[in-house]
């Protein structure tokens, strides 16, 4: 596996620029299996594990209320907007 994932990777916006909470544990497995099967983290879950168990309407969330698919639960927190961009 020496090789495949290549740091820093490039991020999507500018350092500071805005808050995003992430699992770097999800980050690393989605590049793991892009890397090894060439599929993104959501497909390969979805058609490799979820398929097999018969669950077949997963979807990746949205990061805010107008992506909330229908029937998504709507989040909450006490001290800040869990969808506000900063």
Not at 19 to 31: E, I, T
Not at 52 to 72: K, P, Q, S, V, Y
């Amino acid at each position: 596996m020496n090789g495949c994932l290549k740091f820093p990777c490039r991020l999507a916006m500018t350092r500071g620029s805005r808050r995003s909470v992430k699992d770097p544990g999800f980050f690393l497995l989605g590049r793991v299996i892009g890397k090894i099967t060439g599929r993104g983290y959501d497909e390969y879950v979805r058609e490799s594990l979820l398929a097999r168990c018969g669950i077949t309407a997963m979807r990746i969330a949205g990061n805010t209320l107008a992506d909330r698919a229908d029937g998504e639960v709507v989040y909450h927190h006490r001290t800040h907007d869990p969808y506000a961009r900063t």
